[in-house]
């Protein structure tokens, strides 16, 4: 299995951005398609973004859209999380995870194998 670590998470104000970044060690990430969600405190994981491997589509859950980028660099086996515009209820624990292969729909948690541990992102209004 792939081993994902992420990184850039921090404190923001309301209207900032961050860059998550999601590194894969032990396997190359160019033949899976990478996820980002998230789970705020007392809530359910939530779906944020997906990007699968080159030349396919992405996707993003509504309330991101417009604000958050999802992109990759297979080169240095990195998925990236670009977020603008950042609102306090963006706040939580931002993870990635791995899933086997191609998709043309949203890949449901359970098709994600590997996991990383997350990364805090708080946003103070």
């Known amino acids: 299995q792939v081993q994902l670590v992420e990184s850039g998470g921090g404190l923001v104000q309301a209207g900032g951005s961050l860059r998550l970044s999601c590194a894969a060690s032990?396997?190359?990430?160019?033949?899976?398609?990478i996820g980002w969600f998230r789970r705020a405190p007392g809530k359910e994981r939530e779906f944020v973004a997906q990007?699968?491997?080159?030349?396919?589509?992405?996707y993003y859950t509504d309330s991101v859209k417009g604000r958050f980028t999802i992109s990759r660099d297979n080169a240095k086996n990195t998925v990236y999380l670009q977020m603008n515009s950042l609102k306090p209820e963006d706040t939580a624990v931002y993870s990635c995870?791995?899933?086997?292969?191609?998709?043309?729909?949203?890949?449901?948690?359970?098709?994600?194998?590997?996991w990383g541990q997350g990364t805090q992102v708080t946003v103070s209004s």
């Open positions: 032990g396997r190359t990430l160019s033949p899976y398609t």
């Open positions: 990007i699968t491997w080159s030349g396919g589509p992405s």
């Open positions: 995870a791995a899933a086997p292969g191609y998709y043309s729909r949203i890949a449901g948690a359970g098709d994600f194998g590997s």
